[in-house]
């Protein structure tokens, strides 16, 4: 890897190479793309082949040369592109990564990114792995990106609903903040999703029911309605069950962090006295009612010429008038 980087840091360097990208980019900009590739082509020509070949090229290259295949060569698979100067899905920058993904998630190419995304994530660098527990930019920031990509376009489109929330459970890195919001929108489409089948299953059951005569259509047009309504009722509550488990599934491992003596995610503490307080909160109404008859109980003298002594008599007589009047 360090090899890698010193070549890439050689090329950066070189006056030829930063001219050479500068007009790229105008080009690319201008959308003048054909040119642009063009000129890419020619810089790779310029290079020994062989030294070239399952080595690393500058990132901001690689990125502008993938985004301007995308425009003139859609037919071309990237992670072919990639594969030409990596020698594992494990070695290529997160930056290069996140457009190559965007790229072929976009031309459905589904299960081979999953394939090259899970790999990544699955066998990270140690040194990728440090920058991410701290956070380091533009590191943390292209991963999350790819975690997105990879759980809200990839697996969700596949109809993976439950491993992505399985993913999202067991990743490392993301604030509980970002995984529910993306859990969120897993749900939602998992609901979207639902609710169009569904809506197909009756278009087709009402394409066939019009080939009975106008007579029978008419007589059963009030049953159909009913048992489409029935359906949809049906179908919306397995929704919404299914719906409040997977946000439970979340939110039980989220406020699992806040037990008593737990660090959260941002390092802050509950204590056992707010704890506390929102317990008594909740049930004062009750416990009031509990001490107050204690109370009474014991010391009936204690509300004698109050109103509580002339709410209970009136209680005490419309509970007998109820009682003789059965």
Known sequence: MSVQLSKESDILNNEQYKEN????????????????????????????????KRSVIPSDLLQIYLKIIEQIKPEINCWDILN?????????????????????????????????????????SKEEKEKLREKQQPNFRFYEMLIEIYVLHVLAPLEEYNSSIDFLEGEDYLTMDRKKLICDKVVKMETLKEQEKQKDKNAKTSSNKNLFSSINEISSSKTSVDDTLNDIKDNNKEIIKRTKSKQKKINNKHQNKYDIGNGVVDGSYESFWKILSRFLMDKAPFILVIILFIAIKKNPEIIRGTIFERILKKLHETIMIIININ
């Open 21 to 52: 990208f500068r007009n790229i980019s105008k080009l690319y900009i201008t959308k003048k793309f054909n040119s642009a590739y063009e000129l890419c082509e020619e810089c790779e020509e310029k290079e020994d082949l062989e030294e070239i």
């Open 84 to 124: 030409k100067y990596y020698k594992d899905v494990s070695e290529i920058p997160s930056k290069i990564l996140t457009s190559c993904a965007l790229i072929e998630v976009k031309k459905q190419n589904l299960e081979i990114s999953k394939k090259n995304l899970r790999k990544w994530i699955r066998e990270m």
